[in-house]
């Protein structure tokens, strides 16, 4: 079989970093909501930016931003953690024991971190090894853990007045609005940030989602990574778990309870696709700061609390209709572009 | 043919034993050990007042358990559920208390579980959403909206002979009145499940959607009317829930999602859909319950029961997939120790 | 098996491998030879295990029995990584991409170029990737996303992906399958110079001159048996051909002439935006009507439309002369249609289900009373449908996918077959499946126009489609390209239609 044309290559500009750019829109997107409701808000009430009000936007975020951002990471490998808020209880209580009986501060951080990552290992192992769907899983260890958490703490609970006040200081201060548990945040969100983008295993996490198949013929270690996801989201979730002990100093055995549907909503609201491979971490921070600073919003421009729930839910449903909704239309773009290069190719 | 037949019976043996130790028979029977074990020597267990109080406790699962079964088997969840009850249970109140007689409120409630539903459904079939974010928004969502209808008052004064209804028993016996309306929808379920073609399509839908599809199954439409059935059923859950307990609240039945799908999947029925059966769903669900009413009796703390209940949940779906994977495994080394002559070789001779 | 070759160590090889997946034996005690600087060809039909084997060398699939073989040296693999590492490549007949991932990303995915402190030099990824593209000749931007490109720019990032290795055994099942004539052309050149840089190349293609172009040596395969090892030099594409069929054609593509009768299924002017255009063809009763074309060029996708199974954009469907509506298949089947599909694994059964639910599946209304489904006559349809197409079963309540490839495909027309269908469409309906129950099906497919079905008939199988249709057309890169009657359509004709030479014959 011999060709008698020489195919003509066209050169196509416009699908050059489509979806690129339509998941920079993404964040983009959320920054806009978010700043145009600070602003409306900030109008219609001018004392909520105020330094402390800034200053408690932002340490509400802190604790939502770091679980979230442990979560978009198993959320990247097309899995899901539902214990995250009994972890983040479990932790916290654990931390302010320790410190309770006269600990170190930051070994009592270290503590709630290594005692998340436990919990995670224990969830990456039962779904990595044990091939069972990561939403059961991880449902039965939301049980099992606040159970564990609950036997243990009883009646119990940890107030600020036990806990050393340079602990209880470093949740509150800050540099001018800045409060430290945000620069701490920042921090966490930068390095995961830097970590997905540029390092191989980063990539992986990424690729494993995208296509689970494609992964195990290129040769990643599927098990590994997926391991590896729960255990930096459990670690994370200590982290938090940690810092909320140190912003609100009392923790009893119902913290964090339902946390983990809060934690999904960021989660998703910031464009990081349940069904895996895609999305950033900074649009999850974004999107957790979103669903955070609603709750000050409603309250200072007059709204009250109970429409706080009923938004949040809304706006997850929004979000996913909005994201699919692109994903179509894309897709259909892409299609009709293929095949106009097609025909121009071959015509 | 006839050397073929040593594989073939190899495998027939295992596929035997493999019915013979079902999940869904593993569950109804530990359910009947629990209960002979609890009648012997659990104090109290056994009396009426006991018994209908484990009853009542585990209607509202074991009403919600019966759609949810039909759409975890057709590969969805609903996790607004809880959500819907306490929506329905909250409009209820309100009305109530703006005066509406009962009787048009009931139905009213019914119609709001249906939307509610509905709007689940739409989402999932018309935009292709999965049904786990989807009814994680709407979990917030309906709940939120409840809360807005009734904020934080509760509701109390309902007629005397409706709240009769939903904590008395049937004279004479321990048998709460609401598990009549609960047996004609088992009843109803069992056969829509097992004996008809939506329960045909529905298991095909949960094992292969896209085959589903190319055999000319209406899978949007079938998965719809499933999440419609479900929000129904939540509804009416919420209305006896407020009966039962007399306090019609926003946050009623809250967390309630979590022990129906845990129920469901101790019952056997696959997460990933296609497979279970609404028998193992029902022994799920009231093992459950026998098992907490038991762990209150023995003075277990309730901390320890949720402790129970997420390992039940772990190892009812890690137990089914190991055995599975070491029945796997046995055929294979059977397999490979018999004599094994390739049916594809004897295929061209009864070919030809 | 002895070697003419004087080369004494072979750089992959494969001795006595033996492989089983449940019932179907894919591979039995099959030993191959790959010597560096030779281009070594693998032929058989479809389901003779040459993808089995193939897996086998990628460490994909660990052999049940036998060994692999590196640099003479056994070696076990003990995943796609291992035997990348030990150098070989592979390009599946199915591109395995990340959608997600940018075109560089998939190239490099675990191997990306890196930096200081182990960080991922995404400009040399970025510059590698285009490197790669320059040498293929191909301009695709390396930070495009894997979504949406077309199956045969996904196969030249699979080909970039294998070459990125310097691979010292490059391994293609099919690349081609979806190439245009010059895109072919450019791949063998590439391939050429690999080779005589020292690479040993197993290639797989259904297009026997590729073979003859390519190769110097050819193993031929026959229902996971091996059955040749030769050289190409010598050999015609008969020879071939009787090597991988083991039979006569005549006995393989039973076809009878049949009574044409009125107009059974029209499609005019039917197109779905991106997937095909103004597609029109009539098929009448009695008639079986080949649909030919490269894989891509939109033969599925119109079958899928026309069962309702996708909408479409625009244009009409007619069954007997009546409209059909769009996107129902519960209405295309009211209206006598019937969809024998592409993927019998993943569209034509539910591999969950029993054979007899699967049977069952097309016939709940008929099997039914009041809405009840009715145990006994949903029984008898599947114990009579499975005996007429001798479908080889334990027990009806087995799962369908403990039976072999061949009776799986019989359970689907089974399944069809039960609906007394007045057109059926059948998507390649033997692939994967072995010779005998091959030689049935088209028996069965012959004897269905003989009763007065109109046959719509899609298969990359030329011969198949050659042996078995009345009338041939051939699609191009969505379109209809040609019609040909069982006379005009000779390999070469249907091939130059479906590659665009010939541009539009109607």
């Known amino acids: 079989m011999t060709t008698t044309m020489e195919p003509v290559r066209v050169a196509v500009p416009a699908s050059r970093g489509l979806l690129d750019r339509v998941l920079k829109m993404r964040e983009l997107a959320i920054l806009a909501v978010l700043v145009l409701m600070l602003a409306a808000t900030q109008i219609d009430n001018s004392a909520f930016l105020s330094q402390q009000g800034i200053k408690d936007l932002l340490l509400n975020a802190t604790i939502l931003v770091l679980v979230a951002v442990g979560e978009a990471m198993v959320v990247i490998t097309r899995n899901v953690d539902l214990s995250v808020g009994s972890v983040l209880g479990i932790t916290a209580f654990a931390a302010g024991d320790f410190l309770q009986g006269g600990g170190n501060p930051l070994l009592a951080v270290v503590l709630a971190v290594a005692l998340g990552a436990g919990f995670g290992l224990l969830n990456g192992l039962l779904v990595s090894i044990g091939q069972v769907p990561a939403l059961v899983v991880t449902l039965g260890t939301l049980y099992i853990i606040r159970g564990i958490d609950s036997i243990w703490i009883g009646s119990r609970e940890i107030t600020a007045g036990v806990l050393p006040t340079g602990f209880i200081d470093f949740g509150h201060n800050g540099l001018s609005a800045l409060p430290y548990l945000a620069v701490l945040a920042a921090a966490v969100l930068v390095a995961v940030a830097y970590f997905l983008r540029n390092y191989r295993s980063g990539r992986e996490f990424y690729a494993l989602g995208s296509s689970p198949e494609a992964a195990g013929l290129a040769g990643v270690p599927v098990r590994r990574r997926i391991l590896a996801a729960y255990i930096a989201c459990g670690a994370l979730a200590g982290l938090a778990g940690a810092l909320y002990l140190a912003r609100f100093g009392n923790v009893d055995s119902g913290t964090g309870s339902g946390y983990e549907l809060t934690v999904v909503s960021a989660v998703v609201v910031g464009g990081v696709a349940f069904t895996g491979g895609s999305g950033s971490v900074y649009g999850v921070a974004l999107g957790a700061l979103l669903l955070t600073s609603i709750n000050s919003v409603l309250p200072s421009i007059g709204v009250s609390s109970v429409w706080v729930q009923a938004i949040d839910g809304i706006l997850l449903l929004v979000a996913i209709a909005v994201d699919r909704i692109l994903a179509l239309r894309v897709a259909g773009i892409l299609r009709k572009r293929a095949a106009e290069t097609r025909s121009a190719r071959h015509g | ?352 | 098996m002895t070697h003419p070759e004087p080369d004494p160590v072979p750089v992959l090889a494969l001795e006595g491998v033996s492989k089983s997946f449940g019932a179907v034996r894919a591979l039995r005690g099959v030993s191959l030879q790959l010597f560096a600087g030779e281009a070594h060809a693998l032929a058989g039909e479809n389901g003779a295990g040459k993808s089995t084997l193939i897996k086998a060398l990628a460490g994909v699939h660990r052999p049940d029995e036998g060994t692999v073989l590196l640099d003479g040296e056994p070696v076990v693999f003990h995943g796609p990584a291992d035997a990348r590492d030990a150098g070989v490549a592979v390009i599946y007949q199915e591109p395995t991409l990340f959608p997600d991932l940018s075109v560089a990303e998939n190239i490099f995915m675990g191997r990306q170029p890196r930096r200081s402190f182990g960080r991922v030099d995404h400009r040399a990824v970025h510059a590698a990737t285009a490197d790669l593209f320059r040498r293929l000749g191909v301009d695709l931007d390396p930070d495009q996303p894997a979504r949406g490109l077309s199956i045969a720019d996904q196969q030249l990032v699979e080909i970039a992906k294998a070459l990125s290795f310097d691979a010292r055994v490059l391994i293609m099942d099919e690349p081609t399958a979806a190439l245009t004539g010059s895109e072919v052309a450019r791949l063998f050149g590439v391939v050429r110079s690999l080779r005589e840089e020292g690479a040993a190349v197993l290639f797989i293609s259904h297009r026997l001159e590729e073979v003859f172009a390519l190769c110097q040596r050819v193993t031929t395969l026959r229902d996971g048996a091996w059955i040749a090892t030769e050289p190409v030099a010598g050999l015609g594409e008969d020879d071939l051909i009787r090597r991988m069929v083991g039979r006569d054609l005549d006995e393989l593509y039973p076809k009878l002439p049949a009574e044409v009768g009125a107009v059974a299924l029209s499609v005019r002017r039917l197109t779905r935006e991106g997937v095909f255009t103004d597609v029109s063809f009539e098929v009448r009763g009695g008639e079986i009507v080949g649909l030919a074309g490269l894989v891509g060029a939109g033969r599925s996708e119109v079958a899928r439309a026309v069962f309702g199974v996708d909408r479409w954009d625009g244009g009409e469907v007619e069954v007997a002369g009546k409209p059909l509506k769009p996107g129902a298949p519960s209405l295309a089947m009211a209206a006598g249609l019937a969809l024998v599909p592409e993927d019998r694994r993943a569209q034509g059964l539910v591999m969950g289900m029993s054979i007899e639910r699967n049977i069952g599946l097309t016939g709940l209304r008929a099997t039914s009373r009041a809405g009840v489904m009715n145990r006994g006559s949903e029984r008898s349809r599947a114990v009579d449908w499975a005996v007429r197409l001798q479908v080889k079963y334990a027990r009806l309540g087995d799962l369908v996918g403990t039976l072999s490839g061949g009776n799986q495909q019989k359970v689907v027309l089974a399944k069809w077959l039960a609906t007394s269908p007045t057109v059926l469409i059948v998507d390649e309906p033997t692939r994967g499946i072995d010779v005998g129950t091959k030689a049935e099906v088209h028996r069965l497919l012959s004897q269905l126009a003989g009763q007065g079905v109109a046959v719509l008939m899609i298969s990359s199988d030329l011969p198949e489609i050659l042996g078995m249709a009345d009338r041939v057309l051939v699609m191009h890169e969505g379109r209809i390209a040609a019609e040909l009657d069982r006379a005009e359509a000779t390999e070469q004709s249907v091939l130059a239609a479906a590659t665009g030479v010939t541009g539009r014959a109607a």
């Not at chain 2, 016996?173 to 009843?187: E, Q």
């Not at chain 2, 022994?283 to 949720?306: C, H, K, R, T, W």
């Open chain 2, 1 to 352: 043919m006839a050397d073929t037949t040593a594989p073939f019976t190899a495998r027939l043996r295992s596929a035997r034993l493999g019915d013979m130790v079902r999940w869904d028979t593993v569950v109804g029977a530990l359910l009947l050990v629990l209960l002979v074990c609890s009648f012997s020597f659990v104090d109290n267990f056994g009396n009426a007042l006991n018994l209908s109080f484990l009853i009542g406790n585990t209607l509202p699962i074991a009403l919600i358990a019966l759609p949810m079964t039909l759409l975890v088997v057709s590969g969805e969840i609903d996790l607004s559920v809880g959500s819907t009850a306490g929506l329905s249970g909250a409009v209820m109140g309100a009305l109530w208390n703006a005066g509406y007689p009962i009787e048009t409120i009931i139905p009213i409630c019914l119609l709001l579980g249906v939307v509610c539903g509905l709007v689940n459904g739409l989402l999932v079939t018309r935009l292709g959403l999965p049904s786990l974010a989807v009814t994680i928004g709407t979990l917030a969502a309906y709940r939120g909206i409840a809360q807005i209808v009734l904020g934080a008052n509760s509701v109390t004064d309902f007629p005397q002979q409706y709240l009769d209804f939903g904590s008395g028993r049937i004279a004479g016996t321990f048998i709460p009145y609401a598990a009549i309306p609960w047996a004609v929808l088992l009843v109803l379920a069992a056969v829509v499940l097992h004996a008809t073609p939506v329960g045909r399509s529905l298991f095909a839908v949960g094992a292969s959607e896209e085959a589903a599809r190319f055999s000319g199954v209406r899978v949007k439409r079938l998965k719809l009317s499933m999440f419609v059935a479900t929000g129904f059923v939540s509804a009416l859950t919420g209305v006896f829930w407020a009966l039962h307990y007399a306090s019609a609240r926003y946050d009623n039945a809250t967390g309630l999602e979590l022990s129906v799908v845990a129920a469901v999947l101790l019952g056997g029925i696959d997460f990933d859909g296609g497979r279970g059966t609404l028998g193992g769903a029902v022994a799920g669900v009231f093992l459950l319950g026998a098992l907490q009413n038991v762990m209150s009796l023995v003075n277990v703390s309730a901390q320890s029961q949720i402790v129970v209940t997420g390992v039940l949940l772990v190892v009812s779906v890690l137990g089914p997939r190991v055995a599975r994977q070491l029945s796997v495994a046995r055929a294979r080394r059977r397999t490979l120790t018999a004599p094994v002559v390739p049916a594809a070789a004897t295929a061209p001779a009864g070919g030809t």
